[in-house]
Each structure stands twice: as structure tokens, then as C-alpha cells.
């Protein structure tokens, strides 16, 4: 037993000297690396205020000096940089900025604020910055977007992190509302059913023509050419920037398949907050025609006329067999009705 267990000993050793050996020792720094939360948000010069965004109307040459707050809900110092650019919407119509790889050529260049600040653990920072409209700028709305953000890497890739908020500016002037509505697509799907009606679905593009942002109200209707069967349904456009566009699409439902059907797209715009005094508002209107067949109604409508003559030849023939059979029954009933009084004269004979 001794000798067993003076064999095993040095090989079990062995066995634990390897994998330790073979687990990798992570600094423990590493493992305790906090996670860096904070925000951004408009602030006065005591603090946030409470506002979700900052909307400024500026005469041409005006210069305002606002304020932005950096709270750090980290348990470490933090050192944020601060950055402007132009302002724009992606396709789901959520605010963003331009990266910082791209030079903004707008709004972003109207903000002027300090490249970086530190800020303490649970620590908040005020920090003021200035806009300054351009004397040559255009009526309207120039978005832009201010935020602090963190560069981490991850082994050859940067990564930037930020935080922030839009800051929409309009410069004073004419203002001009319009939305366009282009490349309208109507398509009507058709139901197999002949005593079930189609769907026309619709798809447009509606296009800021104007200086402003705007949001739409639209208007879609579908009528055959005598209009009695005209159906109508609303469609909301979402918040557009000026020059942008944004992909609308509806359907209607209970329309019968009438031949050439007329689509027709009416867009109303509305400015947040109400279009000012002098503003110019524009709707805008476009349509089109899709032709349609009302295949399962024809195909009913075949499929009776054949049921129909079916009916028809088969009743004429049951009536020319039927009158064929009386035909023959007369025949005999006549043929039997002269050979009967020879047979009876032949029987009275002595």
C-alpha cells in the first residue's frame, strides 16, 4: 500500500503543476474595471434645467451663449470630450449626429464649446458654449447636435461612445413649409375569394422642399372611374428635416377590382409649435391609375355560364328522350290498336 501510494504521489503532483501552469493569470485591475455611464442635457448655468433639447430662433450675425451639463454616474474620475456637428434623422426618425469623421458644413459649425472636461465620480459639470449664426445664413432651420463622448479600444479599433442632445436653430426670414410627395406606387392584391374584396397597398416618398422642419398629415384615395366606389384612408409623416426624405406606406382595404382604379396622395404639412405669421405652407398632391381584373368574378361568372349550358343541354336532351319515348309509346299503342280488331274478327269465325 505504501509502495502504491509513493508511485501515485509524484504522478498526481505532476498532473497539478501543469494546469496550473496552464490557467492565464488576469491582472486584477482587469477584473475591477468600472463601467462608465453619464449624460448630457441643456442646463443654465446652476444646472440642468429641463429641457430636452434647446430650440433657438437667431437673426443672422446673432451669437448666444448657452450651457450643457455632463453628469458622471461613474465611480471614478472621467475625461469627456465635447463635440458639435450637424444634426439629422435616420429612417426609423430617431435624432442623430454626423461621426466624427465626417466635417459638418451646417449647424455644427455655428457651436463653439471647450474640447474636453473632466469630471469627478457622481460628479455634474456645467459647461457653457456659444452659437453664432453666419450673416449669410439662410432662412430656416440649420440642426446640429452637441454631445460628450468617450474613445475606447478594442485592440486596433477605436470606438466612440456619446451622449447628447440636438440643438435646433432656425435664422430669422421667410419660412417655408412643403412637403413633396413623388414616386407613387399603388398595388392591388387581389382576393381569390369572388365574394371577398382586394387591398390596394400604396407606397410614396415625401420630400422636405421646404426651409423648416415639418411633420404631415396625408390623405390617400382610391376610386374606380364613376366614383361610387371610393374608398379613403389617413397616413401620418413623420418629422422631416429640410431636403430630407422619408418612405410612406399604407393600405386600403375593401376595394373591388373595377377596372382602372385612381390613386390619388394628398400631403398637408404642420410646423412644431404652429407655422409663425408670414410663413408659406404648402400642400402638395400627386396620383395614379392601376389597372385591375376582376379575375374570380369572371371565373365565377364562367363557371356559371358553362353550369348553365350544362343544364340547358342536359335538360333538352332528357326532353328529346322523353318525347322520343312517347313518340314510340304512340307508335306501338297505334300499331297494337289496328292489329287488335283483325285478331278479334279472326277469333269470332265458327
Given at each position: 500500500?505504501?509502495?502504491?501510494?509513493?508511485?501515485?504521489?509524484?504522478?498526481?503532483?505532476?498532473?497539478?503543476?501543469?494546469?496550473?501552469?496552464?490557467?492565464?493569470?488576469?491582472?486584477?485591475?482587469?477584473l475591477a474595471e468600472p463601467t462608465l455611464t453619464w449624460s448630457v442635457q441643456p442646463a443654465g448655468q446652476q444646472g440642468p434645467d429641463g429641457r430636452r433639447w434647446i430650440e433657438l430662433a437667431l437673426d443672422p450675425g446673432q451669437s448666444v451663449t448657452e450651457h450643457l451639463a455632463?453628469?458622471?454616474?461613474?465611480?471614478?474620475?472621467?475625461?469627456?470630450?465635447?463635440?458639435?456637428?450637424?444634426?439629422?434623422?435616420?429612417?426609423?426618425?430617431?435624432?442623430?449626429?454626423?461621426?466624427?469623421?465626417?466635417?459638418?458644413?451646417?449647424?455644427?459649425?455655428?457651436?463653439?464649446?471647450?474640447?474636453?472636461?473632466?469630471?469627478?465620480?457622481?460628479?455634474?459639470?456645467?459647461?457653457?458654449?456659444?452659437?453664432?449664426?453666419?450673416?449669410?445664413?439662410?432662412?430656416?432651420?440649420?440642426?446640429?447636435?452637441?454631445?460628450?463622448?468617450?474613445?475606447?479600444?478594442?485592440?486596433?479599433?477605436?470606438?466612440?461612445?456619446?451622449?447628447?442632445?440636438?440643438?435646433?436653430?432656425?435664422?430669422?426670414?421667410?419660412?417655408?413649409?412643403?412637403?413633396?410627395?413623388?414616386?407613387?406606387?399603388?398595388?392591388?392584391?387581389?382576393?381569390?375569394?369572388?365574394?371577398?374584396?382586394?387591398?390596394?397597398?400604396?407606397?410614396?416618398?415625401?420630400?422636405?422642399?421646404?426651409?423648416?422642419?415639418?411633420?404631415?398629415?396625408?390623405?390617400?384615395?382610391?376610386?374606380?372611374?364613376?366614383?361610387?366606389?371610393?374608398?379613403?384612408?389617413?397616413?401620418?409623416?413623420?418629422?422631416?428635416?429640410?431636403?430630407?426624405?422619408?418612405?410612406?406606406?399604407?393600405?386600403?382595404?375593401?376595394?373591388?377590382?373595377?377596372?382602372?382604379l385612381s390613386t390619388s396622395v394628398t400631403v398637408s404639412p404642420s410646423v412644431q409649435g404652429g407655422a409663425a405669421p408670414g410663413a408659406v405652407v404648402e400642400n402638395a398632391a400627386t396620383g395614379v391609375t392601376v389597372w385591375t381584373v376582376p379575375w374570380p368574378q369572371l371565373a365565377?361568372?364562367?363557371?356559371?355560364?358553362?353550369?348553365?349550358?350544362?343544364?340547358?343541354?342536359?335538360?333538352?336532351?332528357?326532353?328529346?328522350?322523353?318525347?322520343?319515348?312517347?313518340?314510340?309509346?304512340?307508335?306501338?299503342?297505334?300499331?297494337?290498336?289496328?292489329?287488335?280488331?283483325?285478331?278479334?274478327?279472326?277469333?269470332?269465325?265458327?
Amino acid at each position: 500500500m505504501i509502495r502504491t501510494l509513493s508511485q501515485t504521489l509524484p504522478r498526481l503532483l505532476a498532473v497539478l503543476v501543469a494546469a496550473l501552469l496552464t490557467v492565464p493569470l488576469v491582472p486584477t485591475g482587469a477584473l475591477a474595471e468600472p463601467t462608465l455611464t453619464w449624460s448630457v442635457q441643456p442646463a443654465g448655468q446652476q444646472g440642468p434645467d429641463g429641457r430636452r433639447w434647446i430650440e433657438l430662433a437667431l437673426d443672422p450675425g446673432q451669437s448666444v451663449t448657452e450651457h450643457l451639463a455632463v453628469r458622471n454616474f461613474g465611480d471614478a474620475s472621467a475625461v469627456f470630450a465635447l463635440k458639435a456637428a450637424d444634426g439629422y434623422l435616420t429612417d426609423k426618425g430617431r435624432f442623430n449626429m454626423l461621426q466624427s469623421d465626417r466635417p459638418s458644413v451646417d449647424g455644427g459649425t455655428w457651436i463653439k464649446v471647450q474640447n474636453e472636461v473632466t469630471v469627478g465620480a457622481n460628479e455634474t459639470k456645467v459647461v457653457p458654449f456659444t452659437i453664432t449664426v453666419p450673416r449669410d445664413a439662410s432662412p430656416g432651420d440649420h440642426p446640429a447636435g452637441i454631445a460628450a463622448t468617450v474613445t475606447s479600444a478594442s485592440g486596433t479599433v477605436s470606438v466612440e461612445s456619446r451622449v447628447g442632445f440636438r440643438v435646433m436653430m432656425r435664422a430669422t426670414g421667410t419660412i417655408k413649409a412643403a412637403v413633396a410627395a413623388g414616386d407613387l406606387t399603388a398595388t392591388y392584391e387581389q382576393s381569390w375569394n369572388p365574394f371577398s374584396s382586394g387591398v390596394i397597398r400604396v407606397r410614396y416618398t415625401a420630400t422636405n422642399k421646404g426651409n423648416v422642419a415639418v411633420s404631415g398629415a396625408g390623405e390617400v384615395t382610391v376610386s374606380d372611374l364613376s366614383g361610387l366606389a371610393e374608398r379613403d384612408t389617413k397616413t401620418a409623416v413623420e418629422e422631416i428635416f429640410p431636403g430630407d426624405s422619408r418612405t410612406v406606406e399604407t393600405r386600403i382595404a375593401g376595394v373591388w377590382a373595377l377596372g382602372p382604379l385612381s390613386t390619388s396622395v394628398t400631403v398637408s404639412p404642420s410646423v412644431q409649435g404652429g407655422a409663425a405669421p408670414g410663413a408659406v405652407v404648402e400642400n402638395a398632391a400627386t396620383g395614379v391609375t392601376v389597372w385591375t381584373v376582376p379575375w374570380p368574378q369572371l371565373a365565377l361568372v364562367a363557371l356559371l355560364v358553362i353550369l348553365f349550358f350544362s343544364y340547358r343541354a342536359i335538360t333538352r336532351r332528357r326532353r328529346r328522350r322523353l318525347a322520343d319515348l312517347l313518340a314510340r309509346a304512340r307508335d306501338e299503342g297505334r300499331a297494337e290498336a289496328k292489329e287488335s280488331p283483325r285478331n278479334t274478327q279472326v277469333q269470332g269465325r265458327p
